[in-house]
């Protein structure tokens, strides 16, 4: 089985500072793991992915994210917040191989103050 | 088609109704996938499909939702005699472009917006 735990339901931060979401994840086979942002009224958008390539991972508008397996960790980051990084940001999970159900996180909202 | 297509995107009904949510995925992929996002909460995996078959349905809450899918084209989510605990909105996923790389990036819908009154 798999899951992520995404720490912080809420996270506000000012404008111009460090963005830092954080999820865990829990699989027993090496995973995929995704993080998808959903923008006010709007569907969820992949915001970038690791696959077993280079642990760090970059993806739209400014985010990156770390894979670290050793803290079974891949947060999200960005050096600046935007006014219109203001949405709800998931963690997700799948497998490599084989059947790739994909469990998501429950999400963390990010408030940008300006 | 371009995206994944979902309809209704609004559904209002009243307790105890069956409704049907459709689901076109994008042409070519051979994954698809329902979720559900209450108000204010995460997404909730329902179902997943591998062409037509659903080798993972552990996600339905309850013997009154049910899925189906036409080989590797549009799903059906039905839930029959609806409840208010049902209001959410209702998302659809595709995923797996046949011959291509699979690594279970999904693509979503914009969603079914279902309110039981």
């Known amino acids: 089985a798999q899951s992520v735990t995404q720490l912080g339901s809420h996270v506000s931060v000012s404008e111009g500072a460090l963005v830092l979401l954080r999820c865990n994840y829990s699989s027993s086979v090496p995973p995929y793991l995704f993080w998808y942002v959903q923008y006010p009224n709007q569907g969820l958008q992949l915001l970038l992915k690791?696959?077993?390539?280079?642990?760090l991972v970059k993806g739209i508008n400014g985010f990156e994210a770390e894979f670290k397996k050793s803290e079974t960790s891949f947060h999200l980051t960005k050096p600046s917040a935007h006014m219109r990084d203001a949405a709800e940001y998931f963690c997700?999970?799948?497998?490599?191989?084989?059947?790739?159900?994909?469990?998501f996180g429950t999400g963390t909202k990010l408030q940008v103050i300006p | 088609g371009a995206g994944v297509s979902q309809s209704p995107s609004n559904k209002v009904t009243e307790k105890g109704k069956d409704v049907e949510l459709r689901c076109d995925p994008i042409s070519g992929h051979t994954a698809l996938y329902w979720y559900r996002q209450r108000l204010g909460q995460g997404l909730e995996f329902l179902i997943y499909?591998?062409?037509?078959?659903?080798?993972?349905k552990s996600g339905l809450p309850s013997d009154r939702f049910s899925a189906e899918r036409t080989g590797e084209s549009v799903s059906t989510l039905t839930i029959q005699r609806t409840q208010q605990e049902d209001s959410a909105v209702y998302l659809c996923?595709?995923?797996?472009?046949?011959?291509?790389?699979?690594?279970?990036?999904?693509?979503f819908g914009e969603g079914s917006r279902l309110t039981v009154l």
């Open positions: 997700a999970v799948s497998d490599q191989g084989g059947y790739q159900k994909v469990t």
């Open positions: 499909f591998q062409g037509n078959s659903a080798p993972d």
């Open positions: 996923a595709s995923s797996s472009p046949r011959g291509g790389a699979n690594t279970g990036e999904l693509f």
């Open positions: 690791y696959t077993s390539a280079a642990t």
